[in-house]
């Protein structure tokens, strides 16, 4: 069975400092794995993908993921900090099962302290 | 190019009623998801769209239903809304089936069933 698991519900930082938001995944077959991030009142937008391609995967706002197989992790993370990081993040995982199945982690809400 | 749109927005309805929400995705994509987005539940995968046809279906009873015309738009239905039904739906847009490409989020139709 597929699924997906962000080990924090909240996580708090204070401006400037490092970000890590981690998830694990289990699937049976090659998944392809997405990170998403949906601020208050917004709908949601994709951060970065992994497609079995570069382990390190770069994406938007100097966010970055790296998929490690033998942890079955893509954990996300973010040198420094900023405020308008503050929104909730969603690890995604996409397994093609019958017509590609795609499960949401239940989120990860990231505080950013001034 | 144009974001995904849906309509409307916000909406108020009665238990036992039905209610249709529409989604137009971003011109050229193929490809639509919905979801629906609840405190309690998290994000949940409804059923996704691509060409005309039903491509995949998450574990939502039959009550929930959809279908997407020939020019992509899509419209999901939900007949004999229950209090539990209320959420955020959120529709999403990808070039093809939802796997390796990304999707692209609209900004959702917040239901409320009184």
């Known amino acids: 069975a597929q699924s997906v698991t962000q080990l924090d519900s909240h996580v708090s930082v204070s401006e400037g400092t490092p970000v890590l938001l981690r998830c694990n995944y289990s699937s049976s077959y090659s998944p392809s794995l997405f990170w998403y991030v949906q601020h208050p009142n917004k709908g949601l937008q994709l951060l970065l993908k992994y497609t079995s391609a570069a382990t390190l995967v770069k994406g938007i706002n100097g966010f970055e993921a790296e998929f490690k197989k033998s942890e079955t992790s893509f954990h996300l993370t973010k040198p420094s900090a900023h405020m308008s990081d503050a929104a909730e993040y969603f690890c995604?995982?996409?397994?093609?099962?019958?017509?590609?199945?795609?499960?949401f982690g239940a989120g990860t809400r990231l505080f950013v302290k001034a | 190019k144009a974001g995904v749109t849906q309509t409307p927005r916000y909406l108020i309805k009665t238990r036992g009623q039905q209610v249709t929400l529409s989604c137009s995705p971003i011109s050229g994509h193929r490809s639509v998801s919905w979801y629906q987005q609840t405190p309690g539940q998290g994000l949940q995968f409804l059923f996704e769209?691509?060409?005309?046809?039903?491509?995949n279906k998450g574990n939502f009873p039959g009550r929930f239903s959809g279908r997407q015309f020939s020019n992509s738009r899509s419209e999901m239905n939900v007949s004999t809304l229950e209090l539990g039904d209320s959420a955020l739906y959120l529709c999403a847009s990808s070039l093809e089936p939802s796997g390796a490409y990304e999707q692209y989020f609209g900004p959702g139709t917040r239901l409320t069933v009184t």
């Open positions: 769209y691509f060409s005309e046809t039903q491509r």
């Open positions: 995604v995982v996409s397994v093609p099962t019958g017509g590609f199945k795609t499960i």
